[in-house]
C-alpha cells in the first residue's frame, strides 16, 4: 500500500516560514508527477506547487516567488519551502502522487498563520 506522509506543519507568525516535506513509499522518479495541494475552511482543495518527473516545476500564481517545490529522488521525497507566511495561507497541505494510472494523497498536515 503506497503512502504520503507529510511532516512539518505548524503554527507560525505572518511573514514566517516553513518547510513541509511528503515522504513517498513509492518512488517519486517513477510518477509523472508529484505535487502540493491545500484546503482551507470552506473551500475547495487547490494546487500549490507540482514538480514533474523531469524537474519542470509550475505554481498556484498567487504563491509563486513565496514557494518552492523541490525533490529528493534518493529520498524519495518532495519538499514545500513556504516563506514569508500569510494568514491567507492557513489551510491543510496535502502531497499527491500522480501518474496515468494512479493517484496518491497523504493525509495532510495543517499549517496555521496568525497574524
Known amino acids: 500500500q503506497v503512502q504520503l506522509v507529510e511532516s512539518g506543519g505548524g503554527l507560525v507568525q505572518a511573514g514566517g516560514s516553513l518547510r513541509l516535506s511528503c515522504a513517498a513509499s513509492?518512488?517519486?522518479?517513477?510518477?509523472?508527477?508529484m505535487g502540493w495541494y491545500r484546503q482551507a475552511p470552506g473551500k475547495q482543495r487547490e494546487l500549490v506547487a507540482r514538480?514533474?518527473?523531469?524537474?519542470?516545476?509550475n505554481y498556484a500564481d498567487s504563491l509563486k516567488g513565496r514557494f518552492t517545490i523541490s525533490r529528493d529522488n534518493a529520498k524519495n521525497t518532495v519538499y514545500l519551502q513556504m516563506n514569508n507566511l500569510k494568514p491567507d495561507d492557513t489551510a491543510v497541505y496535502y502531497c499527491n502522487a500522480y501518474d496515468l494510472r494512479h493517484d496518491y494523497w497523504g493525509q495532510g498536515t495543517q499549517v496555521t498563520v496568525s497574524s
Open positions: 514538480i514533474t518527473r523531469g524537474g519542470s516545476t
Open positions: 513509492l518512488n517519486i522518479f517513477s510518477m509523472n508527477h
